[in-house]
């Protein structure tokens, strides 16, 4: 499986027969991220009412659009192309730009037998049943900025009890997203030994369920330009 990540919330993965998903696409003047031009069989919002999380207006083509929020709030499943499911989270309690916390799906698929959860918009602590949503979990595309969304001793509580295998940091504050109280990534890491960080150094990595780690590993990557 291939996965690139074009900043924020957002990633595309494309399976070995070339099927591909985008994640919580962006308004580019919103985040700073670049434009993303690629189109995708399917998109996948966690919610429909939040700029920097579910334009799926933006991707080019006729993608089916999973909106994780109503997958959650609808049964927890659904999904034609792919397969979805979802569990129902809010924003941040004290969100600067919201009056009253957005709701919005944490969501879970998979992909060339690899099982991937993305973390949605979710900005308080995790309850129980939250938690063991992401139980088996073999990627986490996780929250790891801290303001605006979950609070880091609140990820690491979820990260130690359910131990994905591998995990790749996104929504943190880079030269291009800065808002003021949004943690680089080192807040992040400072969590993990030294030796079970990977820098890719790139966009795009590749994934293979063969190649994931017995213990829980980061891989921190670039994002598009």
């Known amino acids: 499986m291939e996965l690139t990540w074009f900043g924020h919330a957002a990633f595309k993965l494309t399976d070995t027969s070339g099927f591909s998903v985008i994640t919580d696409p962006y308004t580019p003047e919103g985040v700073g991220y670049a434009p993303i031009t690629e189109m995708a069989d399917v998109v996948v919002i966690s919610s429909d009412d939040d700029d920097a999380h579910c334009?799926?207006?933006?991707?080019?083509?006729t993608p089916e659009v999973i909106n994780a929020l109503h997958v959650a709030q609808s049964g927890g499943t659904g999904g034609e192309a792919l397969h979805v499911t979802a569990i129902e989270a809010a924003e941040w309690d004290h969100h600067?730009?919201?009056?009253?916390?957005?709701?919005n799906g944490m969501y879970r698929f998979e992909m060339d037998g690899i099982k991937i959860a993305h973390m949605g918009d979710v900005g308080n602590?995790?309850?129980?049943?939250?938690?063991?949503?992401?139980?088996?979990?073999?990627?986490?595309?996780a929250l790891a900025g801290g303001y605006l969304t979950i609070e880091l001793p609140d990820l690491m509580e979820m990260i130690h009890?359910?131990?994905?295998?591998?995990?790749?940091?996104?929504?943190?504050?880079?030269?291009?997203?800065?808002?003021?109280?949004?943690?680089?990534?080192?807040s992040f890491l400072a969590n993990?030994?030294?030796?079970?960080?990977?820098?890719?150094?790139?966009?795009?990595?590749d994934v293979s369920a063969q190649d994931l780690p017995d213990r829980?590993?980061?891989?921190?990557?670039?994002?598009?330009?």
């Open 161 to 186: 009890r359910v131990r994905p295998k591998l995990i790749i940091p996104m929504h943190f504050r880079t030269l291009t997203y800065m808002p003021r109280n949004t943690m680089w990534i080192e």
């Open 55 to 61: 334009r799926a207006d933006l991707i080019g083509g």
């Open 216 to 225: 829980t590993r980061v891989m921190v990557m670039d994002y598009m330009r």
């Open 125 to 141: 602590p995790l309850t129980d049943a939250q938690q063991d949503f992401f139980a088996d979990t073999d990627v986490l595309l």
């Open 192 to 205: 993990f030994r030294d030796d079970a960080v990977d820098f890719a150094s790139a966009h795009t990595i």
């Open 96 to 103: 600067p730009e919201h009056e009253v916390p957005g709701q």
